[in-house]
């Protein structure tokens, strides 16, 4: 456990320096893609091989044969696969991206991402998660999956906007219009952000911290560059439009 705990403390740093470096360097996918970073691959491709990645590890970790499934542990690992199915074999399918791509460093550099996260939560899943019968009913396991599902809303809701702000054939970007995303540029980051601060609260682990901190450090500095580009493409973005925090930030 000790070795386990130093290595999540070492990941931990070295997503704050990610964090820190992105700062200063947009990652390059998305609206931010860039040839310059080396072979491309298809959005959905990647997309797909990134993010199914993570269940792959993850469950390679569990040992199914002596697991108990009737704990709170089981409906912590059901969250996590429902956010991953969907963001592994829906979403990558529903995006209108057609002819995009991105670079198949950031491809790999997020396989190696899910690839340790994942290993660390199975490890933690699978070994050393012990909650007592009442964990249901803390305030931690209620108000952490309030958080998850409330921020897997507003992640989804935002997403499912934006890709129907384009027509089918269409890959360019538009200002969108909708009440939420005139009160911060990434409505669909900052519910992500949400969802993984409530999945740390409600499992009350090292290895969920270690992910949220990771998911911030990615997309906090991904949301500063939306609202960066937002502004300069577009001379009528609403100048009420905050990066993450409505009315704050």
Known sequence: MKEYDVFIACWIAVGIASGLYLLREEAPYG???????????????????????????????IPFERFKWHTPTTVMIGLFFVHYIHRSLIYPFIIRTKGKKMPVIIMLSAILFNTVNGSLLGIWFGNFAHYPADWYSTPKFIAGSILFIGGMILNWSSDYYLIHLRKPGETGYKIPQSTLFKRVASPNLLGEIIEWAGFALLTWSLPALAFFIWTCANLIPRAIANRRWYRKQFADYPAESKRLIPYLW
């Open 31 to 61: 609206r931010f893609s860039s040839t310059h970073w080396g072979p491309m691959i298809s959005n959905r491709t990647g997309w797909l091989l990134m993010e199914l990645t993570v269940m792959l590890v993850f469950a390679f970790w």
